[in-house]
């Protein structure tokens, strides 16, 4: 139906940069809401950072000044630059996705995950 694939973890030095991307396919319309979550072992999923389809973004705040969010409409992705990373950092990136399906509804989706390291 839909299927989200992410791509651009892995390992990064302390002060380093990462850029996650996402790939939303499948019966889609149109997509609101995208956005990027993660979850340290032992922790709650948490927000990173969310987009809207006008542009309008929001962050966590302990990644504010050092993450961006951005996507394109047209191909339906969403990546997160990564920037100054931290140690703390470290943990499995989710995208997710509020679309609106030809079936007429809207559902949240959610990608597979991509480790993210921050590690010397």
């Known amino acids: 139906q839909v299927q989200l694939v992410e791509s651009g973890g892995g390992l990064v030095q302390p002060g380093g940069s990462l850029r996650l991307s996402c790939a939303a396919s499948?019966?889609?319309?149109?997509?609101?809401?995208m956005g990027w979550y993660r979850q340290a072992p032992g922790k709650q999923r948490e927000l990173v950072a969310r987009?809207?389809?006008?542009?309008?973004?929001n962050y966590g705040d302990s990644v504010k000044g050092r993450f961006t969010i951005s996507r394109d409409n047209a191909k339906n992705t969403v990546s997160l630059q990564m920037n100054s990373t931290k140690p703390e950092d470290t943990a499995v990136y989710y995208c997710?996705?509020?679309?609106?399906?030809?079936?007429?509804?809207?559902?949240?989706?959610w990608g597979q995950g991509t480790q993210v390291t921050v590690s010397s």
């Open positions: 997710n996705a509020h679309i609106r399906l030809t079936l007429g509804y809207t559902a949240s989706f």
């Open positions: 499948g019966s889609i319309v149109s997509i609101d809401n």
């Open positions: 987009i809207i389809s006008s542009g309008s973004t």
